[in-house]
Each structure stands twice: as structure tokens, then as C-alpha cells.
């Protein structure tokens, strides 16, 4: 296939950035995206010009560091399908597609595609974990969980951190990725003993970040990659608000 790329490019934080168009053939529809990108670096570097940054690490969607907005869609056109999953048998001949990174004022770019995503860090330690002493590692079954509740918390769990859902959020909110966390713990036992210090700490963390609010119009969902339910946006909310009925910060 023979494409043209509008790709954004920004040396960095502090500099203005803009879209700059590259012409790219003989691209396989087997490659996935980031390996098109791949082909097109290498063009690059033999003409001696800059390569593109962009963030990649598993490549087999796991990680979340893959994140770029493909034709004004978070990962591209494919539903439950990441940037380094996505493969170019779902683009055209002649295609022209435009590559930028996500858009938040939390996520300032580094660099061309790469955006600074430690705010989801910072959140995370903030209260994403438990810290209660349980001395050795018990059975898995030593604590009975119902399956439902577990699958639920699994599903949870199942956040990769990638930030698609600020991007796709009018409001770059990060409610879907907070939620997720909070509601991962927050269903099981040994979430409960910190549960309200941890959604207070966190969704306080996440306003200091600079994250917009929700407005419920599920456009995280919609394109989250590994389908994160807006559920659990639900949960914290009943989580926060019970956590502040008894607040000592309020």
C-alpha cells in the first residue's frame, strides 16, 4: 500500500509543534501500525533526518506505553484493539492518516508522539495498592471471594494505564482510569481496610493533576482497548461519597 502520514511533530514541551506530511509506499497490510512506523524511521534516518519519537515497549498490548491518536481516535479505528495491536489491512491504498499524541493538559508531550503520562503514576501512589502488613503470602483460596465479585475486580484489574480514555474525554478526564483502580481493591477484602482513605487520597491527587471532570459521556469506554466498564466510575462515586460522610478532610 502506498500511504501519506500527517504526523505531529514537536521537539518539545516548550516549543510549538505542528503536522508534518510524509509519503510512505510499499507497506505491507500484514505490518501492524507501529512496524509502518518503523519503515518510515528507517527512510528517514538514510535521508539523515530526524526519526519520529513514539512510545512503545511490549508491542503485544499489555503495557499501554503505545499511545496515539489515529485519525482523531484513541489506538485508531479498531474497537478493543491497541495502537500496536492495530494492523494496516484496516487502512487503503492512498489512505491519508493523522498521528498525533494524546491531547491533555496532564499529558504535556515530551517529544513528537511521546506524552508525559507520570500524573497516572503519581495518582496510583497516591493510594493504588495495599499497604497492610499480611505477613506470608496466603493460598489463593485461603480467603473466599464469590466469583462474581472476583471476575468483577479482575475485569477492573485489567487496566493498562494507557491514558486512551483522557484522550477520547472532551474534558481529558481520568475518571475510567481512577475508577478502575479504586474498584479493583475496593471489591475485595484486602482492599477494604484502606478503602476510604484511598479513594479520597486518590481522586484527590487526580484534581491536582489537572484532569477535567466527567460528564458521563462515555466516550472513555467507547474506546478503551481493554473494554474498562463505566461501572466502576459508578462505584467510586458511591465509594467517595461515602468515604467523605465520614471524612476527617472534609
Known amino acids: 500500500m502506498d500511504l501519506t502520514l500527517k504526523i505531529w511533530r514537536q521537539k518539545d ?7 508534518v506530511t510524509y509519503p510512505l509506499n510499499g507497506i505491507s497490510p500484514d505490518m501492524s501500525f507501529l512496524e509502518m512506523l518503523d519503515v518510515l524511521n528507517e527512510e528517514l534516518l538514510v535521508k539523515g533526518e530526524e526519526p ?10 499489555i503495557c499501554g506505553m503505545c499511545s496515539l491518536f489515529i485519525n482523531g481516535r484513541a489506538h485508531g479505528p479498531e474497537r478493543g484493539t491497541t495502537t500496536c495491536q ?3 489491512r484496516h487502512f487503503k491504498h492512498g489512505d491519508t492518516i493523522t498521528i498525533e ?3 491533555a493538559a496532564a499529558f504535556p508531550v515530551h517529544k513528537d508522539l511521546i506524552v508525559d503520562r507520570s500524573a497516572f503514576d503519581r495518582i496510583q501512589q497516591a493510594g493504588g495498592y495495599v499497604s497492610v502488613n499480611t505477613g ?3 493460598d489463593a483460596n485461603e480467603i473466599p471471594i464469590p466469583k462474581t465479585i472476583a471476575d468483577k475486580a479482575f475485569d477492573a484489574a485489567t487496566c493498562i494505564g494507557c ?4 484522550a477520547a474525554c472532551k474534558n481529558a478526564s481520568a475518571m475510567l482510569f481512577v475508577s478502575a483502580k479504586v474498584s479493583q481493591l475496593a471489591m475485595l477484602p484486602q482492599g477494604k481496610v484502606e478503602a476510604k482513605t484511598r479513594v479520597e487520597n486518590m481522586v484527590a491527587q487526580m484534581d491536582v493533576e ?3 471532570a466527567c460528564s458521563n459521556t462515555g466516550a472513555c469506554a467507547a474506546e478503551c482497548p481493554v ?5 466502576n466510575i459508578a462505584m467510586m462515586n458511591r465509594e467517595y461519597l461515602g468515604a467523605k460522610a465520614s471524612s476527617e478532610n472534609v
Open 86 to 88: 492495530l494492523h494496516m
Open 52 to 61: 519520529v519519537a513514539f512510545d512503545h515497549d511490549c508491542r503485544e498490548g
Open 101 to 103: 499524541p494524546w491531547r
Open 227 to 231: 473494554g474498562i466498564s463505566l461501572d
Open 136 to 138: 506470608g503470602v496466603p
Open 13 to 19: 514541551k516548550n516549543s510549538a509543534g505542528q503536522l
Open 210 to 212: 489537572g484532569f477535567g
Open 163 to 166: 491514558g486512551a480514555c483522557v
